[in-house]
């Protein structure tokens, strides 16, 4: 077995919340910072219910906003179902005009097709999708 599909094994099986601090983690290794831990209680292997799952703020005062699951089937949707929420100025407390980009992070393969259509989500909300 390759280093990377042992790799690719253990991200499998990680816990939510450590698949949320390996992302956010991975997020600051790409150049984000200020990276809020919304999803996470602190302290503990444990998430809670936040929107978004990591909030972060870039360098010219707009908005990242990441969500993050673990779940192998219905990844798509359920990121369609978080961008509506992210996009929903009464649960976040931010104009939906100043969120720049949504990060979406999984362990599933998602076809080309979903894929296309969880861009263009983002692009009627004049978001780029990551």
């Known amino acids: 077995m390759s280093k990377l599909t ?41 998430v809670k219910r936040g929107t978004p799952d990591s909030l972060v703020t870039l360098p010219n005062g707009n908005y990242a906003f990441a969500e993050y699951t673990t779940q192998q089937t219905g990844v798509v949707k359920k990121f369609i179902e978080d961008m509506g929420k992210c996009f929903d100025a009464s649960k976040t407390g931010i104009p ?18 979903d894929e296309h259509r969880l ?8 978001c780029l999708v990551t």
């Open 6 to 46: 042992e790799i690719e094994n253990a991200l499998r099986q990680v816990d939510p919340a450590g698949f949320q601090r390996l992302c956010d983690d991975y997020l600051s290794a790409r150049g984000y910072r200020d990276i809020n831990p919304i999803g996470l209680v602190i302290g503990t292997d444990k």
């Open 96 to 113: 939906v005009d100043r969120i720049q980009r949504f990060i979406a992070c999984h362990t599933s393969v998602v076809d080309p097709a």
């Open 119 to 126: 861009v263009e989500e983002g692009r009627k909300r004049g």
